[in-house]
């Protein structure tokens, strides 16, 4: 199994600019997050699904919009960059809701790195 | 509001002495906390978490809600223990199993 994976690993935007960021996962997790870490920060919730066609906002959702066509993908979209948004970008998946159990992990991919110029 | 405080940013301690990584968190309910971990060049990774009360590569995590706190600690550090470490709280009320996570602690472990 792959995991998490992301696409792509680095990109350059220009103000005002619009991109996807690609992830997918092959664990057949029916959760899935987007988080994006400023420098000397934690990570921090833009958006998660809880299965194909259930997006919601998490704690940073500004500025951005995700979809969840399919179980494996949840791709982030960034419609009009701004400098603010220059951050890494992880996704994440897991397999359970949450409460007590092993299905709480969640499994992160790379990380794409953006930067808005 | 949930809150993960990790206070030390940089924490560098000498091969085979104690270490220990604070987090404390503020959460109104019944929270469960894990600590994550990066390695270099690595993606980040669950290390353990408090409901599991187990030891990973010497780990150990402690909840005490008396102090609202869950910090990591291993008696003797070894060096391919350096890495970036991430306190993380998922509140139960909250959406799916979402993580708050404190600033980190990056940990040099010194030969």
């Known amino acids: 199994n792959a995991g998490v994976t992301q696409t792509p690993k680095f990109r350059i935007l220009k103000i005002g600019q619009s991109m996807t960021l690609q992830c997918t996962q092959d664990m057949n997790h029916n959760y899935m997050y987007w988080y994006r870490q400023d420098p000397g920060m934690g990570l921090k919730l833009i958006y998660y699904s809880v299965g194909a066609g259930i997006t919601d906002k998490g704690e940073v959702p500004n500025g951005y919009n995700v979809s969840r066509s399919t179980t494996e993908d949840f791709p982030l979209r960034l419609e009009l960059a701004a400098p603010s948004q220059t951050s890494v970008y992880f996704c994440?998946?897991?397999?359970?809701?949450?409460?007590?159990?092993?299905?709480?992990?969640?499994?992160f991919g790379p990380g794409t790195r953006l930067t808005v110029l | 509001a949930q809150r993960v405080t990790q206070p030390e940013k940089l924490l560098s301690v000498f091969k085979g002495a104690p270490v220990e990584l604070k987090c404390n968190y503020s959460?109104?309910?019944?929270?469960?906390l894990f600590w994550y971990v990066q390695y270099s060049r690595q993606r980040l990774q669950l290390l353990l978490r408090h409901i599991s009360r187990e030891s990973i590569k010497g780990f150990t995590a402690d909840l005490n809600k008396g102090e609202t706190s869950f910090h990591l600690k291993k008696p003797f550090a070894q060096e391919e223990d350096s890495a970036m470490y991430y306190c993380?709280?998922?509140?139960?009320?909250?959406?799916?199993?979402?993580?708050?996570f404190g600033t980190g602690t990056r940990l040099t472990v010194i030969p």
């Open positions: 993380a709280l998922s509140g139960r009320r909250d959406g799916a199993n979402n993580l708050f």
């Open positions: 994440a998946s897991s397999y359970s809701r949450g409460g007590l159990g092993a299905g709480n992990e969640q499994f």
């Open positions: 959460y109104s309910g019944s929270p469960e």
